[in-house]
């Protein structure tokens, strides 16, 4: 399985439940609850995943990243965008110095 395989399934699967009732589907339940309470859970499962580091557990560090992966596909799907769509972005910025990157999004 690859990385982007499973990056997919669970996008393809968080589409599905943008139509589900609220009550039956957790991913329902924060795309019907808005913006706000998608940037709630990314920033809860950020701070999560920091804190692990900080703790320096390792597979606490995996575990927490994983939620605030799934939590930032749910935030991609509220904007229409998927996976895809951070890859291609990858991709572009591949051997482009980071500094040099930054800089030339001050000029969009």
């Known amino acids: 399985m690859t ?18 009732d609220a009550n039956s589907s957790y991913v329902a339940k924060l795309l019907h609850g808005g913006e706000d309470k998608i940037l709630k859970k990314v920033a809860e499962e950020s701070a999560e995943t920091i804190m ?8 606490h560090v995996v575990r927490e990243t994983a939620d605030l992966w799934f939590h930032c596909l749910v935030l991609l799907a509220h ?14 910025r591949e051997g482009i110095s980071g500094i040099d990157e930054k800089a030339s999004r001050k000029t969009e």
């Open 3 to 20: 990385e982007q395989t499973i990056l997919h399934r669970l996008a393809e699967t968080i589409e599905t439940r943008k139509q589900a």
């Open 52 to 59: 692990a580091s900080k703790d320096g557990d390792a597979q």
């Open 79 to 92: 904007h229409g965008v998927g996976p895809d769509d951070v890859f291609n972005e990858l991709q572009r």
